[in-house]
T-cell receptor, first 112, second 112 residues
Framework: NAGVTQTPKFQVLKTGQSMTLQCAQDMNHNSMYWYRQDPGMGLRLIYYSASEGTTDKGEVPNGYNVSRLNKREFSLRLESAAPSQTSVYFC???????????FGSGTRLTVV | QKEVEQDPGPLSVPEGAIVSLNCTYS??????FMWYRQYSRKGPELLMY????GNKEDGRFTAQVDKSSKYISLFIRDSQPSDSATYLC????????????FGKGTHLIIQP
């Protein structure tokens, strides 16, 4: 099925550990996004990529890095995880010409 | 003041009722307006997408945008228990690259 695939679905990290969240879309979309969702805060943009080879910071980029590996894949890396990064992370891609964004099913990350 | 304001609820109504969900915003540059539905532990799913002011209807769902008042609404007719979810309003300026700005979401409960 066409859509946005995120891995892993769940992860527990210790403070200071690193990890990479993977995202891939098979809809040939140019623009891809990483959001985090926290209780009472809604969805907030971490980083986005308007096209292959370009990335830009969103509202809450501190503590994260991203890589747009190719048109399909957009990864999010936590170099040194902190408890404040405990959240649900969503990847999304934008349909060209309008008609919204497609979201993945999310990665639930807990940092202890 | 956050750019997009949305009452978090919970909003509880009996089955069959008409539901009204609303958001206000402050950035007059927003041109594209969306409503997403999110079930527990799932990713957001696009329900309605509208451009500029006006109404759009899709089955039991109607989206309204009033740019002069900076106010958007989602109406659900003949509400069903399966409509129980969190409803997120989202909007963007149309430049395409900077992603969506979300409200915090309204938790809706339809009582059988």
């Amino acid at each position: 099925n066409a859509g946005v695939t995120q891995t892993p679905k769940f992860q527990v990290l210790k403070t200071g550990q690193s990890m990479t969240l993977q995202c891939a879309q098979d809809m040939n979309h140019n623009s891809m996004y990483w959001y985090r969702q926290d209780p009472g805060m809604g969805l907030r943009l971490i980083y986005y990529s308007a096209s292959e080879g370009t990335t830009d910071k969103g509202e809450v980029p501190n503590g994260y890095n991203v890589s747009r590996l190719n048109k399909r894949e957009f990864s999010l890396r936590l170099e040194s995880a902190a408890p404040s990064q405990t959240s649900v992370y969503f990847c999304a891609s934008k349909t060209p010409g309008g008609n919204g964004y497609t979201f993945g099913s999310g990665t639930r990350l807990t940092v202890v | 003041q956050k750019e997009v304001e949305q009452d978090p609820g919970p909003l509880s109504v009996p089955e069959g009722a008409i539901v009204s969900l609303n958001c206000t915003y402050s950035n007059s540059a927003f041109q594209y307006f969306m409503w997403y539905r999110q079930y527990s532990r799932k990713g957001p799913e696009l329900l309605m997408y509208t451009y500029s002011s006006g109404n759009k209807e899709d089955g039991r769902f109607t989206a309204q945008v009033d740019k002069s008042s900076k106010y958007i609404s989602l109406f659900i007719r003949d509400s069903q228990p399966s409509d129980s979810a969190t409803y997120l309003c989202a909007m963007e300026t149309g430049g395409g690259a900077d992603g969506l700005t979300f409200g915090k979401g309204t938790h809706l409960i339809i009582q059988p």
